[in-house]
C-alpha cells in the first residue's frame, strides 16, 4: 500500500524507514517488513542494529509512540488498520509470536 504525503508518494515501509534512519546511529541496519494478519490488519515490523534500539523507543517510550502513532494515522487515511512492532535485535531470531517490542494497540 502506498500514501502521499506533502504531495510525497511512497509506500509505508519507506516511510517508516525513512523516520527511523534520521534516529538511529546504523542506517543501513534498519528494514521494515509488512506482515498481513487474518483480520487484513497490516503490522509493520521495525529491525534496526545493534545499540540503536534504545534510540528508536525513545524516553519513557514517547518517540515509539509518535512513530506508531504516525502509522496508525496515515493507514487509517487510506481506510486501512496498521499495527507497528519494534523487533529487539537480541530476539531477531525468535518467532514473531515471541520476544520483541511490540504495540499493544
Known amino acids: 500500500h502506498s500514501f502521499s504525503i506533502l504531495g ?10 525513512f523516520i527511523v534512519k534520521h534516529l538511529v546511529d546504523n ?3 534498519v528494514s521494515v517488513e509488512r506482515v498481513e ?5 497490516q503490522t ?5 542494529g545493534e545499540g540503536d534500539l534504545g534510540q528508536v523507543i525513545g524516553k519513557e517510550g ?3 509512540k509518535s512513530i506508531r502513532t504516525l502509522v496508525i494515522a496515515a493507514a487509517a487515511r487510506k481506510g486501512l488498520r496498521a499495527g507497528f512492532e519494534i523487533v529487539d ?8 509470536s515471541e520476544g ?3 504495540d499493544r494497540d
Open 8 to 17: 510525497w508518494t511512497t509506500s509505508m515501509e519507506d516511510f517508516i524507514s
Open 27 to 29: 542506517p543501513d541496519a
Open 37 to 41: 494478519k487474518e483480520s487484513g490488519r
Open 44 to 48: 509493520y515490523r521495525l529491525h534496526v
Open 62 to 64: 514517547k518517540t515509539a
Open 89 to 96: 535485535p537480541e530476539r531477531d531470531h525468535e518467532s514473531t
Open 100 to 102: 520483541g517490542v511490540t
